[in-house]
C-alpha cells in the first residue's frame, strides 16, 4: 500500500512538472519575443528573468543587461529601460517610434503563435487532425433503438464546416429548430461519408460545456434505461484522423483560428453571465488540469495542451487589459496620434493597478476550485 501511494505521489508530481515545463516554455517563448524584437531596432534591455522571485542565477553582460533565473517558475519578465518612465537615453522604450514599439509589444503574441502552429502541425501529422468522435458510455443489451449516429463515428465537418472540437458541432448547428435536417461529414469504418440528421430538440446553446444537451439534440443515445435508471448516451472526445499534407497545413491554421474563437466565446458567456466563474481557473488550475490532461492523453494531449496554452497567451495578452501587452499598444497608438504620450506617471499606475487585479483574479478563481 505504502509503495503503490509513493508511486502515485510521485506520478502525480512528474505530471505537474510536466505541466510547468509547458508553461514555463510558453511564457520565455513570449518574453523572447518581446527581447529579440527589441534587440533588433536597439532597444535597452535591463533584465531578461526566467521566473518570478528572488534570484538563484544572474549575469550582466558588459552592456548592462542582466540575465537571471528566479526561484519561482511560474512566469518571466523582458525589462526594457524607461518603460513606464521618463529617460534621456535614446534607447529607452519610450524614447522609441511609436512603430516600433507596437511591433516590440505584439512580438510576444507573435512567438506564442508561430510556437502553437508548429505545434499543432506536429500534432496533426503524428496523430492526424483534431476531429470529434462518438463513443459508448454505456449500451446494455435490453435497450434497442435507431439512431444515426453510431458508436466511432468520426465527425470531419457539419453544415460544411470543418470539426476541430466539439463546440464546433455546437456552432454550426446552433439556432437550429426541432425537426431541421445538419447535414455531417463523418468517417465511418475507414469510409467518408455523408449523414442527414435530423435535430430532435430545437438546439439552443447557452453554454460551451453543455454536452448533455447536445447528445439530447442531435439522438446520440441519450435515454434512460428503465430498470437502473441510468443515462445511456454515444457521448464525444477529441480523436485524431490522418488527412492529406496540403489539408494538414491549411487546418493547422484554422484549427488555431478556431481556438482562439473559443477563447472569445468563453470571453462573452463570462461577461453575459451565461457562463459562471467556476468554468475560468488562474495559473494553479491551469496547471493542475494540464497535468491530468498529459497524464489521461500522452502526447497527444501534451502537444494539444501546449498549442492550447499558446494560443491563450497569445490572444489573451493582445486584450486591452491594463498590465498587458493590448492595453500598452492602445496607449502607445494614442501617444501616435496625439504626438504625445500621456502622463508617464499615469499610465504606470494604471498598468501597475492592472497587475495587481489580474493577480487577485487569478488567486480567488483558484481558491473557489479548491473550495
Given at each position: 500500500m505504502l509503495l503503490s501511494s509513493f508511486g502515485e505521489i510521485t506520478n502525480y508530481i512528474f505530471y505537474i512538472l510536466i505541466a510547468l515545463l509547458i508553461l514555463l516554455v510558453m511564457i520565455m517563448v513570449h518574453?523572447?519575443?518581446?527581447?529579440?524584437?527589441?534587440?533588433?531596432?536597439?532597444?535597452?534591455?535591463?533584465?531578461?528573468?526566467?521566473?518570478?522571485?528572488?534570484?538563484?542565477?544572474?549575469?550582466?553582460?558588459?552592456?548592462?543587461?542582466?540575465?537571471?533565473?528566479?526561484?519561482?517558475?511560474?512566469?518571466?519578465?523582458?525589462?526594457?529601460?524607461?518603460?513606464?518612465?521618463?529617460?534621456?537615453?535614446?534607447?529607452?522604450?519610450?524614447?522609441?517610434?511609436?512603430?516600433?514599439?507596437?511591433?516590440?509589444?505584439?512580438?510576444?503574441?507573435?512567438?506564442?503563435?508561430?510556437?502553437?502552429?508548429?505545434?499543432?502541425?506536429?500534432?496533426?501529422?503524428?496523430?492526424?487532425?483534431?476531429?470529434?468522435?462518438?463513443?459508448?458510455?454505456?449500451?446494455?443489451?435490453?435497450?434497442?433503438?435507431?439512431?444515426?449516429f453510431s458508436e466511432r463515428d468520426i465527425i470531419i465537418k457539419a453544415e460544411g464546416k470543418n470539426v476541430y472540437l466539439i463546440t464546433d458541432v455546437m456552432d454550426a448547428i446552433n439556432g437550429k429548430n426541432k425537426g431541421d435536417s445538419v447535414e455531417f461529414t463523418i468517417i465511418r469504418n475507414r469510409k467518408v461519408e455523408n449523414l442527414s440528421v435530423i435535430l430532435k430538440e430545437d438546439a439552443d446553446f447557452s453554454n460551451v460545456e453543455d454536452v448533455e444537451q447536445l447528445c439530447k439534440v442531435i439522438g446520440v443515445r441519450y435515454e434512460k434505461n428503465l430498470e437502473t435508471g441510468e443515462l445511456v448516451s454515444t457521448g464525444f472526445r477529441t480523436t485524431g484522423v490522418k488527412l492529406g499534407f496540403f489539408s494538414t497545413v491549411g487546418r493547422t491554421f484554422e484549427y488555431s483560428f478556431r481556438v482562439a474563437g473559443s477563447i472569445f466565446t468563453v470571453l462573452g458567456q463570462l461577461f453575459n453571465g451565461s457562463l459562471g466563474i467556476n468554468s475560468v481557473g488562474g495559473t494553479i488550475t491551469t496547471i493542475s488540469v494540464t497535468a491530468q490532461a498529459v497524464k489521461t492523453g500522452g502526447f497527444w494531449s501534451f502537444l494539444n495542451i501546449t498549442s492550447f496554452i499558446g494560443v491563450n497567451l497569445a490572444v489573451f495578452n493582445l486584450l486591452p487589459i491594463p498590465a498587458l501587452d493590448g492595453s500598452r499598444v492602445i496607449f502607445t497608438l494614442i501617444e501616435w496620434i496625439r504626438t504625445k504620450p500621456l502622463n508617464r506617471r499615469l499610465e504606470g499606475i494604471i498598468h501597475t493597478v492592472g497587475l495587481v487585479v489580474i493577480f487577485l483574479f487569478a488567486i480567488i478563481v483558484d481558491l473557489n476550485h479548491c473550495f
Open positions: 518574453e523572447l519575443g518581446h527581447y529579440i524584437a527589441g534587440k533588433i531596432f536597439g532597444f535597452g534591455i535591463e533584465e531578461f528573468s526566467i521566473g518570478f522571485g528572488p534570484k538563484i542565477f544572474s549575469r550582466k553582460k558588459k552592456d548592462g543587461e542582466v540575465f537571471s533565473v528566479r526561484l519561482l517558475p511560474l512566469g518571466g519578465f523582458c525589462s526594457f529601460k524607461g518603460e513606464d518612465t521618463d529617460d534621456d537615453d535614446p534607447k529607452a522604450f519610450n524614447n522609441k517610434k511609436p512603430w516600433q514599439r507596437i511591433i516590440v509589444l505584439v512580438s510576444g503574441a507573435l512567438m506564442n503563435y508561430i510556437l502553437s502552429l508548429l505545434v499543432i502541425g506536429l500534432m496533426f501529422t503524428c496523430y492526424g487532425h483534431s476531429a470529434v468522435m462518438t463513443y459508448e458510455l454505456q449500451s446494455p443489451s435490453e435497450i434497442q433503438s435507431t439512431f444515426e
